[in-house]
């Protein structure tokens, strides 16, 4: 069968859209998209057409956006097009050049689509582009998300070329001498795909037959298995973790039990940044001492006594935070805390929003967190008498929603202040206090 019935059967039996919707499609000016938008020209499927130019190669980009626009325009077919100042907006967001524009593209088509109740936006990814995702996903070390590929129906998002090879769609753009640009970026191995592309695929192609298509099956298989492995591992990361309010609370002794360890690990973190280089150290901090924590570039894992704490980097968000070190400033959602190590004051201010401790009883890192039922501490000036917070809020008659927003400083596993209410005994300032640690408390 030609690339037109084989794409005309694939849209049937895969049910892209209903006959009466209209498809975006994303047409760059390339040999894949304006194959595309021949095919569903030729296949007489409502559509229109949206056109990125990222500004990136100068009159050559132009020249992509007139051709796509030429030729919607002669078929009468509905048009959209905006241009990017991609290198301004990576220097501003602080990534990649590729990234930025992928973040832009589908961010502008996506407005599109929804502002003209197009139901589905179209991109020309196609077999070849499937089995090089893979490849690379496999060499960079993935989880068996990563090998799924590239999914036909993502959202709204459809890839009605998956079926096909490259080789198809330069054959039927030779033989329906369909127009299109070449990019010459696409020759050059200074990224990753394409020097997979140049490099990789054909030496396969010399040992296997059809590596390119044997890999999509391989990869519709994978996506099936996937879907009984997730019901698996979400069963497991259900029976592990606890939310409580931001954070997430895992039992060490339990995970521990856990197998396969390492893909469990790897399931559960990785969801928080955390990568599999970052795995080892992980393993390594649940046989450590409290404190001890492992970073991403969102969360922080804090082993706090029997749990792995998962938390947002950003204290604001959290409801466990590490301070390793004075003088610093911590934001919570309760408010602003402020850290320093002083020389102990002739008069001790008595505003329960400000501690004074003495710094020769503190051990770094501390904990700042939310108060938890069982926390006990030995409250200043009640003579190492020992009390339940839950039964000192009742004693000092704290609203719920004021207790509940409480949050207290833990220094080596032992309560060092009630963050606005109490200092505990075992830290006061005594005659023998040169040095203190004064941390001051302002509400939100």
């Given at each position: 069968?030609?690339?037109?019935?084989r794409?005309?059967?694939?849209?049937?039996?895969?049910?892209?859209?209903q006959?009466?919707?209209?498809i975006?499609l994303?047409?760059?000016?390339g040999?894949d998209s304006?194959?595309?938008?021949?095919?569903?020209y030729?296949?007489?499927?409502p559509?229109?057409?949206a056109?990125?130019?990222?500004?990136l190669?100068?009159?050559e980009?132009d020249?992509?956006?007139?051709l796509?626009?030429d030729?919607?325009n002669?078929k009468?077919?509905p048009?959209y097009n905006?241009?990017f100042?991609t290198?301004a907006?990576?220097?501003?967001w602080k990534k990649?050049?590729q990234?930025?524009a992928?973040?832009l593209r589908?961010?502008?088509?996506d407005n599109?689509?929804?502002?003209?109740?197009?139901?589905?936006?179209?991109?020309a990814?196609?077999?070849?582009d499937?089995?090089?995702?893979?490849?690379?996903?496999l060499?960079?070390g993935?989880?068996?998300?990563?090998l799924h590929g590239?999914?036909?129906?993502?959202?709204p998002?459809?890839?009605?070329?998956?079926?096909?090879?490259?080789?198809d769609i330069e054959?039927y753009a030779a033989?329906?001498?369909?127009?299109?640009?070449?990019?010459a970026?696409?020759?050059?191995?200074?990224?990753?795909?394409n020097?997979?592309?140049?490099?990789?695929?054909?030496v396969?192609?010399?040992?296997f037959?059809?590596?390119?298509m044997?890999?999509?099956?391989t990869?519709?298989?994978?996506?099936?298995?996937?879907?009984?492995y997730?019901?698996?591992?979400?069963?497991?990361?259900?029976?592990?973790?606890?939310?409580?309010?931001?954070d997430?609370?895992?039992?060490?002794?339990?995970?521990k039990k856990?197998?396969p360890?390492n893909?469990?690990?790897?399931e559960?973190f990785?969801q928080?940044?955390f990568t599999?280089?970052?795995?080892?150290?992980?393993?390594q901090?649940?046989?450590a001492e409290?404190?001890?924590?492992?970073?991403?570039?969102?969360?922080r894992?804090i082993?706090d006594?029997?749990f792995l704490?998962?938390?947002?980097?950003?204290?604001?968000?959290a409801?466990?935070?590490l301070?390793?070190?004075?003088?610093c400033?911590?934001?919570?959602?309760?408010?602003?805390?402020?850290?320093?190590?002083q020389?102990?004051?002739?008069?001790?201010?008595p505003?329960p929003?400000?501690?004074i401790?003495?710094?020769k009883?503190?051990?770094?890192?501390?904990?700042l967190r939310?108060?938890r039922t069982g926390?006990?501490?030995y409250?200043?000036?009640?003579?190492?008498?020992k009390k339940?917070?839950s039964?000192?809020?009742?004693?000092?008659?704290?609203p719920?929603n004021?207790k509940?927003?409480t949050?207290i400083?833990?220094?080596?596993?032992?309560?060092?202040w009630?963050a606005g209410?109490?200092?505990d005994?075992?830290f006061?300032v005594?005659?023998?206090?040169e040095q203190v640690l004064?941390?001051?408390?302002?509400r939100?």
């Amino acid at each position: 069968m030609d690339l037109l019935s084989r794409f005309k059967d694939d849209w049937k039996q895969k049910a892209f859209a209903q006959a009466d919707e209209t498809i975006l499609l994303a047409v760059s000016g390339g040999i894949d998209s304006m194959a595309m938008a021949h095919l569903f020209y030729t296949s007489q499927i409502p559509f229109a057409v949206a056109h990125c130019n990222f500004q990136l190669r100068g009159e050559e980009a132009d020249k992509d956006e007139q051709l796509v626009k030429d030729w919607a325009n002669a078929k009468n077919i509905p048009f959209y097009n905006v241009r990017f100042d991609t290198k301004a907006k990576s220097e501003e967001w602080k990534k990649g050049t590729q990234e930025t524009a992928r973040i832009l593209r589908y961010e502008w088509l996506d407005n599109i689509r929804v502002a003209n109740s197009y139901s589905k936006l179209a991109t020309a990814h196609h077999a070849n582009d499937n089995a090089e995702t893979l490849l690379m996903n496999l060499f960079r070390g993935t989880g068996i998300s990563g090998l799924h590929g590239i999914k036909e129906k993502n959202g709204p998002i459809i890839r009605p070329l998956l079926f096909a090879k490259r080789s198809d769609i330069e054959q039927y753009a030779a033989e329906n001498k369909v127009p299109y640009r070449e990019d010459a970026s696409n020759a050059s191995d200074n990224y990753l795909r394409n020097a997979v592309r140049h490099h990789i695929i054909p030496v396969a192609e010399k040992w296997f037959d059809d590596p390119v298509m044997q890999v999509n099956e391989t990869i519709h298989r994978i996506a099936e298995a996937e879907i009984i492995y997730k019901r698996a591992i979400e069963q497991e990361l259900k029976q592990l973790t606890e939310r409580r309010v931001k954070d997430i609370y895992i039992p060490i002794l339990k995970l521990k039990k856990k197998q396969p360890l390492n893909t469990i690990c790897y399931e559960l973190f990785s969801q928080y940044g955390f990568t599999p280089a970052l795995l080892p150290f992980i393993k390594q901090i649940m046989n450590a001492e409290s404190g001890k924590f492992v970073d991403s570039e969102t969360h922080r894992i804090i082993k706090d006594r029997d749990f792995l704490i998962i938390t947002p980097r950003l204290s604001v968000d959290a409801d466990v935070v590490l301070v390793e070190g004075v003088p610093c400033a911590i934001e919570t959602e309760a408010g602003h805390f402020s850290f320093s190590i002083q020389k102990k004051p002739e008069k001790i201010n008595p505003d329960p929003n400000v501690a004074i401790l003495d710094a020769k009883n503190i051990s770094f890192p501390l904990l700042l967190r939310k108060w938890r039922t069982g926390d006990y501490f030995y409250p200043l000036g009640m003579g190492m008498k020992k009390k339940k917070l839950s039964k000192y809020f009742i004693d000092q008659k704290i609203p719920i929603n004021q207790k509940d927003s409480t949050w207290i400083l833990e220094c080596d596993k032992r309560i060092a202040w009630v963050a606005g209410m109490r200092l505990d005994e075992r830290f006061k300032v005594k005659n023998s206090t040169e040095q203190v640690l004064l941390i001051e408390f302002k509400r939100r």
